[in-house]
């Protein structure tokens, strides 16, 4: 029963992704676009249009089809998987474990099939768009220089760092005492150190980057504190795991960190979702 | 403050750069001790190559006008002012004294230069 559950999540997931982002792709190029040159963009706004629905492929109409058919797919098999059909057809010998398990191994497995396509799509358009749009002759930059601590109050900052410090102690601890449950406790440490250091990357990176309105975040300081929210939520998952470790299998952590990470990713893709047709209403018309 | 660069204008970009820094110093809208914003921050921002960036900055070291203290970031230098005031009387120095050689080379004595000079000098000075 509780595999409803699981469903429930992923088939919104899916559903979001695919039927949603195939707008905001079009949206975000339209950012691009202006983010690159604001005044060519204001002068050429039809042919920018003409552009987007038959060049840049992300406003193209068999593109968003093409996600909508993915999406269709994707929410196909699960619920296949989870009315059993789908058991079935593959026979239970290639999936021994439960059926959530399939759920998830199947979700993962659309969803990183249909990012890959997304993504080689959104590529081959931002060289398209680099190449139609070009950037302005006259350009503007500060020469006051950018530093974390110009966006972030020293408090978070600090409270952010010693959340960090106390999680990945405690990760130590655990294994040098012994208390885990898993043999490969030491290897499975590697995930959060490595997180970690990749968000920290990311929050210093992302200060250093021009002010953009792609990916709907104009605001340098919503991009940082956006990066310094995602390092407190991955310490928050990785202590759940760390919590697995110690208790052991009476734990379903793997479970517990999907569908969270599933239903956390469902409210970002929301919000993202509905910014770029804020930032520039008059712009976003999809045909 | 802000740096203004020309893509198309005649001047390179990154001798805009230096002399945007260098009026800046000059002006005491960059003082000394003032941090700089990074190689990867300014071309970003400007949306250049970093190297033409670098190569702004290491003229700019260079000269004596400003410090790279590793990860500590890039520096005015105390005596920038000073070393951009020497910057500009250098390149004054050579181009009157290009100027000069071409004049002798067409024959003119030293008298007569100097009276070209201090008659465009004052022509100039009064339309000034």
């Not at chain 1, 990183?112 to 139609?132: C, E, N, P, Q, W």
């Not at chain 1, 200060?207 to 300081?221: E, M, N």
């Not at chain 2, 700089?36 to 921050?41: D, I």
Request: net charge positive; proline share 4%.
């Amino acid at each position: 029963m509780t595999e409803w559950i699981d469903f429930s999540v992923y088939a919104a997931m899916t559903a979001i992704y695919w039927f949603v982002s195939a707008h905001w792709a079009a949206a975000m190029a339209l950012q691009m676009a202006g983010d690159r040159n604001q005044d060519w963009l204001a002068a050429n706004r039809e042919h920018a249009r003409t552009l987007l629905f038959r060049r840049w492929l992300v406003g193209s109409r068999w593109f968003r089809w093409s996600c909508y058919a993915w999406g269709a797919v994707s929410l196909s098999i699960l619920l296949a998987i989870q009315i059993g059909v789908w058991r079935q057809v593959l026979s239970t010998a290639t999936h021994a474990g439960s059926r959530w398990e399939v759920l998830k191994d199947a979700h993962s497995t659309l969803l990183i099939v249909g990012l890959l396509y997304y993504f080689a799509v959104i590529v081959v358009s931002s060289r398209r768009l680099a190449k139609d749009v070009p950037l302005p002759e006259r350009r503007q930059a500060t020469l006051t220089p950018r530093t974390v601590s110009g966006f972030v109050p020293r408090w978070f900052r600090m409270a952010t760092y010693a959340l960090i410090g106390v999680h990945l102690a405690a990760w130590v601890v655990v294994g040098t005492l012994g208390l885990y449950s898993a043999p490969d406790f030491w290897v499975r440490s590697a995930g959060p150190v490595t997180f970690t250091g990749i968000f920290l990357v990311i929050a210093h990176a992302m200060v250093h980057l021009r002010a953009s309105d792609t990916l709907g975040v104009p605001d340098r300081r919503l991009g940082v504190y956006f990066v310094f929210g995602s390092l407190i939520y991955a310490q928050l998952m990785f202590a759940l795991r760390l919590y697995g470790e110690v208790v052991g299998p009476s734990f379903d952590v793997d479970r517990a960190l999907h569908l969270t990470l599933s239903a956390t990713l469902v409210l970002g893709m929301l919000l993202l979702a509905f910014v770029p047709r804020a930032l520039k209403p008059a712009l976003y018309d999809p045909a | 403050m802000d740096i203004v660069v020309h893509t198309n204008a005649p001047e390179p970009v990154y001798e805009q750069i230096v002399r945007q820094i260098h009026d800046a110093v000059k002006s005491g809208k960059l003082q000394p001790d003032a941090p700089l914003p990074t190689v990867r921050q300014l071309a970003g921002d400007l949306r250049l190559n970093r190297n033409t960036v670098a190569r702004a900055y290491k003229l700019l070291e260079d000269q004596g006008v400003i410090l790279t203290a590793g990860r500590k970031g890039t520096f005015v230098r105390f005596e920038a002012a000073r070393e951009v005031a020497k910057v500009k009387t250098g390149r004054a120095e050579r181009l009157m004294r290009r100027l000069i050689k071409t004049l002798v080379v067409e024959g003119m004595s030293r008298r007569e230069i100097t009276d070209i000079f201090n008659s465009a000098l004052s022509l100039e000075t009064r339309k000034g």
